[in-house]
C-alpha cells in the first residue's frame, strides 16, 4: 500500500503527463483534497469524466483557487500527471482557460515530477 500523500499511484514522469481540452462538469471542494472532473470525448466519440486531484483546499487557495474558480461548462485545457491503472484520473499539473490565462501551474514544483 502506498501512503496517503504518496505520489506512487500516478505516472510522474514529465514525458508521460497527458494534456486534455474538456469541459468542467464539477468541482468537489472538500478536504482532505479538491477534486476537479472534466469531460472528454474519446476516440470514439465516447464521453469520459476524468477526475484530476489537487491537494487540500487550504493549499489551493494559497495557489490562487478558489471553490468558486471553475464552474461546470467552463472549457480548459488540464495538464496532469495519468493513474498507472490507466483509469480517467490524475494528478492536476496545470490548468489554462481558451484565452490562454494559467489558473495554476505547479510544474515547477521541486520533487513533483521526474526529470
Known sequence: ???????????????????QNGIVSQVLWRNP??????????????LVHWTGEFSSPTTMISEGMSRDTFKAGDPVTVTFMPAKAGTP???????VRPDG???????????????
Open 1 to 19: 500500500m502506498s501512503a496517503h500523500h504518496s505520489r506512487a499511484g500516478y505516472d510522474s514522469a514529465r514525458e508521460h503527463l497527458k494534456t
Open 33 to 46: 483534497h479538491v477534486f476537479l472532473i472534466w469531460d472528454v470525448k474519446d476516440d470514439t466519440g465516447s
Open 89 to 95: 484520473h490524475g494528478l492536476v499539473i496545470k490548468i
Open 101 to 115: 490565462r494559467v489558473v495554476i501551474d505547479l510544474s515547477e514544483r521541486r520533487n513533483l515530477l521526474e526529470q
